[in-house]
């Protein structure tokens, strides 16, 4: 994909999953990377795979809890032009048996640890006037889940941050895009704690972002069926709601609070 030749992309959560294949694909369209992981060992992986195609592969392993790093990235490399705010973490907090330490870790990543990637850098994308940004949110985030609570609040956070500043910023020339995947075969996905229907390979969805990016979309969800439905979900009656979805979700009611 030409839109995306010799562009500096920063991408998080890059040595696993949905992540990985986002810098494999860019790098096989010559862009250069900025790849950002916690784990050390996949990331060097990814590099030494991205760097058979891209001219430039740049590396870093940090905790997206912790704001200092990514500031000391931001002062070490030239301004991206594109933010690919992909890392999060997946878990299950139920109602009946929630636990705070989970939720302030999922919401730390998810969330925090999103605003924490994009921040440092929308100073110099103003006085640059362009830059883009792809925030990876979640079909999850249309309405609270059961056995969600945690997951589906942080993806819903990231909903409401990404449409504020995507009309902050639209005057200074910088793209916000929203995705909003369905389920998708990776690490997180790699349990058996609800079903996941409509499944999709972490290669043909890197693949669609980067098509919705290209084109500067808003908001791309997929796939279209199921966000169809989630819509549908979005303006159901709550009686309806939740009679419906504590049949289908198919969890156990002794679900453990924890993250994948
Ligand atoms: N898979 C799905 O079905 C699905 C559906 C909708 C949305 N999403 C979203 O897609 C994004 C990518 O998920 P994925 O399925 O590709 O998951 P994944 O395979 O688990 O990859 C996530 C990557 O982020 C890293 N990470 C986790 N916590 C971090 C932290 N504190 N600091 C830095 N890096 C951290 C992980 O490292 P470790 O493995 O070492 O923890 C991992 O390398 C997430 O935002 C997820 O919520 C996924």
């Known amino acids: 994909m030409k839109y995306f030749s010799n562009k500096k992309i920063l991408i998080t959560g890059a040595a696993s999953g949905l992540g990985k294949e986002l810098a494999l694909l860019l790098a096989s ?6 790849l950002i992981d916690i784990n050390q060992e996949q990331l060097e992986h990814v590099k030494l795979t991205c760097e058979k195609n891209a001219t430039e592969v ?11 790093p990514l500031l000391e990235i931001r002062d070490n490399i030239n301004l991206p032009d594109i ?13 009946f048996s929630f636990d705070n330490e ?22 110099g994308f103003v006085k640059r ?5 792809c925030g990876v949110s979640s079909l999850a985030s249309m309405r609270g889940l059961p056995g969600a609570s945690s997951y589906s609040a942080s993806k819903a956070a990231v909903n409401n941050y990404l ?41 043909s969805s890197a693949e669609k ?29 709550s009686f309806i709601y939740d009679f419906l ?16």
């Open 58 to 68: 740049q590396t870093f392993v940090v905790n997206l809890l912790d704001e200092a």
């Open 129 to 133: 006037k362009s830059g883009q940004i």
């Open 163 to 203: 449409e504020s500043i995507r009309m902050d910023l639209r005057a200074h020339n910088i793209f916000i895009t929203t995705v909003l995947p369905g389920f998708i075969k990776t690490p997180m996905t790699d349990h058996d704690a609800f079903d996941m229907p409509l499944i999709q390979t972490a290669n």
């Open 83 to 95: 933010i690919f705010a992909n890392a999060g973490v997946g878990g299950v907090n139920p109602g």
């Open 102 to 123: 989970i939720d302030s870790k999922i919401m730390g990543i998810n969330y925090h640890g999103l605003v924490k990637t994009i921040s440092p850098f929308i100073d």
């Open 29 to 34: 369209y010559s862009a250069k990377l900025v």
């Open 245 to 260: 979805m504590t049949r289908i979700s198919g969890q156990s009611k002794d679900l453990k609070p924890r993250i994948f």
């Open 209 to 237: 972002i980067l098509k919705a990016v290209s084109k500067r979309k808003r908001i791309y969800a997929f796939p279209k069926i199921m966000y169809w439905g989630t819509l549908l979900n979005r303006f159901m009656p």
